[in-house]
């Protein structure tokens, strides 16, 4: 069974620094791009990044451009998403997904609080 | 950017039909993908491509796409149904993925 496991969430004040991973297992995972996607509390899905199967191309939303670093390890099966100089409203649920045509498989979540 | 309208919520009885309209300008000349979400768990995916249900998804679920107007179809509602319902297409202008706002589907 396809899995997607996503760590590294935690408290960070503002203008701080985190690195989320996404372990996959059950899936050839370098056969897939893979993406983030986020949820702040009580609102909607909002894509963050996105990366091909080889790393060859990257993407990201306007309101992380700059600041945020997807990277993938294919020896590892591991996605991860550097996060930097981070704000308020970037708080949020931060999920791991299969894809970034649609997303077909999605982790758990782990969840970023940026406040002082 | 690319805009998807969803309706905030909409209610159904159980044993009737849900449509949850998701609106774009030409919508129907993209592929449009429906997630569910029920509290506390992640999104799955319930209709790809328009008017194709991955592996698991009951026949219960079904999409439609024409015009600027693309429609999840969820017929024989059970209470389990009850979830947030979400469209995605891929915003060509943007190149990246583009979600609607979810509609909140009550079942009486």
């Known amino acids: 069974e396809e899995q997607l496991l996503e760590s590294g969430g935690g408290l960070v004040q503002p203008g701080g620094s985190l690195r989320l991973s996404c372990a996959a297992s059950?899936?050839?995972?370098?056969?897939?791009?893979m993406s983030w996607v986020r949820q702040a509390p009580g609102k909607g899905l909002e894509w963050v990044s996105a990366?091909?199967?080889?790393?060859?191309?990257?993407y990201y939303a306007d309101s992380v451009k700059g600041r945020f670093t997807i990277s993938r390890d294919n020896s590892k099966n591991t996605l991860y998403l550097q996060m930097n100089n981070l704000r308020a409203e970037d708080t949020a649920v931060y999920y791991c997904?299969?894809?970034?045509?649609?997303?077909?498989?999605w982790g758990q979540g782990t969840l970023v609080t940026v406040s002082s | 950017s690319y805009v998807l309208t969803q309706p905030p919520s909409v209610s159904v009885a159980p044993g009737q039909t849900a449509r949850i309209p998701c609106g774009g300008n030409?919508?129907?000349?993209?592929?449009v993908h429906w997630y569910q979400q029920k509290p506390g768990q992640a999104p799955v995916l319930v209709v790809y491509?328009?008017?194709d249900r991955p592996s698991g998804i009951p026949e219960r679920f079904s999409g439609s796409n024409s015009g600027n107007t693309a429609t999840l179809t969820i017929s024989r509602v059970e209470a389990g149904d009850e979830a947030d319902y979400c469209c995605?297409?891929?915003?060509?202008?943007?190149?990246?993925?583009?979600f609607g706002g979810g509609t909140k589907l009550t079942v009486l």
């Open positions: 030409n919508i129907g000349s993209k592929s």
């Open positions: 990366i091909s199967d080889s790393s060859s191309r990257t």
């Open positions: 491509d328009d008017v």
């Open positions: 995605q297409v891929w915003d060509t202008n943007g190149d990246h993925p583009v």
């Open positions: 059950g899936l050839t995972f370098s056969n897939y791009g």
């Open positions: 997904a299969k894809g970034h045509w649609n997303f077909q498989r």
